[in-house]
Each structure stands twice: as structure tokens, then as C-alpha cells.
């Protein structure tokens, strides 16, 4: 089992940064991406970001290119989610998903999720 606990979310100005820190813990070993996922009220999951674990290869959305980075700290099993640049349509729950296949970019390859954070974008 892993657990994931998610962090750094708050209300935000439009323009404005936060970044997002997902621990890990427990078997860490079986897991080989992990990834960032958002759910506005009335929408479905989406994908956000995503990296995986041993060689650091990022994946994004095409919504959150080069407004967010993803990044990873093996010694303290956190992946991150730097968001600059926030506007109002990123204001979601945001939640982190560890997945035992190569990549995590899509939420059924999810194998364990956190309990999101939220983040709330003002105009």
C-alpha cells in the first residue's frame, strides 16, 4: 500500500503562484509515476502534470504548459506542482495519484490517490 498526502493549496489572486507538495509513504518501491490531477464542481477528473519516478520524465496538459512544473525529491518521496501564472479556470480540487505503471497520465492508471487539496483561483 501507498499512501499520499497532499499539501500547499489555498485561494489564490489570478496571476498569482502556489505549489503543491504530495508525500508518499508506505511501498514506495512498487511505484514508477506519479501524477497531478484536477476536478472542478460539475466536471470530470482531468489530467494536469506527471513524472516519473527513476528518470524524472514530466508529461503536461496542454491547458498548464508553461504555467506549471512538476518535479520530484526521491529523498523525501514528494513530487511537486509549481503553479505560476493562476488563472480563475484553474480553480479546482487537485489530487495526487501514485501509479505502479510507467506513467500516470491518465486517472484509470491511478493506483493509489491522495485526498486532494484545493485550490480556488480569484479574478
Known amino acids: 500500500q501507498v499512501q499520499l498526502v497532499e499539501s500547499g493549496g489555498g485561494l489564490v489572486q489570478a496571476g498569482g503562484s502556489l505549489r503543491l507538495a504530495c508525500a508518499a509513504s508506505?511501498?514506495?518501491?512498487?511505484?514508477?509515476?506519479m501524477g497531478w490531477f484536477r476536478q472542478a464542481p460539475g466536471k470530470e477528473r482531468e489530467f494536469v502534470a506527471s513524472?516519473?519516478?527513476?528518470?524524472?520524465?514530466?508529461y503536461y496538459a496542454d491547458s498548464v504548459k508553461g504555467r506549471f512544473t512538476i518535479s520530484r525529491d526521491n529523498a523525501k518521496n514528494t513530487v511537486y506542482l509549481q503553479m505560476n501564472s493562476l488563472k480563475p479556470e484553474d480553480t479546482a480540487d487537485y489530487y495526487c495519484a501514485a501509479c505502479r505503471r510507467g506513467s500516470c497520465h491518465i486517472a484509470d492508471l491511478g493506483d493509489y490517490w491522495g485526498q486532494g487539496t484545493q485550490v480556488t483561483v480569484s479574478s
Open positions: 508506505g511501498s514506495i518501491f512498487s511505484i514508477n509515476a
Open positions: 513524472i516519473t519516478w527513476r528518470g524524472g520524465m514530466t
